[in-house]
Every structure is written in C-alpha cells, then in structure tokens.
C-alpha cells in the first residue's frame, strides 16, 4: 500500500484579504470619530497602507482592519504590520504586508516538532515552501495535525492536498 500524505502550507486568499480591505474602507467612510480625518486604507502595492491625521486613528484603522480579517476567516499570523505609526508631513502611516509561503527555518521547526512528538514513521520533507507529512497510516497522519493544531506557531499553517 502506497504511503498517505498531506501538505502544510501557509496561504492566504488574496480575494479575501481584498474583501475584508473592502469593509474596512466602508466602516471607515461611515464611522462618525472618522469624519473629516482624511482617514483612509488602501492597497500600496503589495503593501497595505494605513493613514490618518492621527497616531490613534492610524491604530484604529489597523485595529478595524483585523476584525474584518478574522470575521473572514484569516489568521492574523499573516498580517505583518511595519513598526509604529509613522509622522509623514501631517499624515501618520502604517504599511502592513501579508505574508504566505513557509520559510525554510519555519518548515524545520514544524518538521523537528513532528519528529520528536508526533508518532514513529511519519516524515516530513520540505518542497519550497511547503513541507510534504507521509506516512503509511492514515491515523498517525490525523495525529500529526492534531499535534500541531495544538501547537502555538508564530505563522498560520494550513493543511492540504490530504491523500
């Protein structure tokens, strides 16, 4: 019998990241502590940019912005926000980033982890920036995500392609 398999991966549907950009900009528009502000959120290009008239709107807006990200189902683990507010002529802005894709030293902490307390026979090979989990039983597979769903890793994990 040929070896089962999943992948981990670390992926974030843009169109989702757009949906939830989306809704922020229109609480944004229609919230009343906004009005007058020149507070606005938009895409900068692979960047999300953030800007208001004040440090605490810049964070308000980043703050309405993760809501709307969880309320769709994303992991906040992939959303980067770049250091503090910062003071650009009368605007402060805030650029985040997404992030996708496994890193090599990310993929060996979850391969070490599965190594040494997910059950015998299970490897795990990183490809790119995913890591490909096989084993010969279907069982031990199932084990290993629950192993590492209960794990608190700093980047989202997804799992997928499960043969």
């Known amino acids: 019998m040929a070896d089962s398999s999943f992948d981990i991966v670390s992926k974030v549907e ?21 009005k007058g502000t020149n507070a606005s959120i938009a895409w900068s290009g692979e960047k999300i940019l953030m800007q208001a008239n004040g440090e605490e709107r810049v964070l308000a807006i980043l703050d309405i912005f993760q809501t709307k990200l969880i309320k769709r189902g ?3 683990k992939t959303l980067d926000v770049e250091g503090d507010p910062q003071l ?3 605007e402060y ?10 890193s090599q030293e ?19 090979q990183v490809q790119g920036d995913e890591l490909r989990v096989s084993s010969k039983s279907r069982d031990d597979l199932q084990a290993v995500q629950a192993l590492l769903k209960g794990k608190d890793f700093d980047f989202a994990i997804q799992f997928v392609n499960y043969r």
Not at 15 to 33: F, G, H, P, T
């Open 14 to 34: 843009r169109q989702e990241v757009d949906n939830a950009l989306n809704q922020a900009v229109k609480e944004i528009s229609q919230r009343y502590d906004f």
């Open 106 to 124: 990310n993929a060996k902490k979850v391969a070490k982890t599965i190594r040494d307390e997910g059950p015998k026979g299970v490897k795990a």
């Open 93 to 102: 802005k805030l650029f985040a980033s997404v992030t996708e894709g496994i």
């Open 88 to 90: 650009s002529g009368k």
């Open 74 to 76: 994303i992991s906040l």
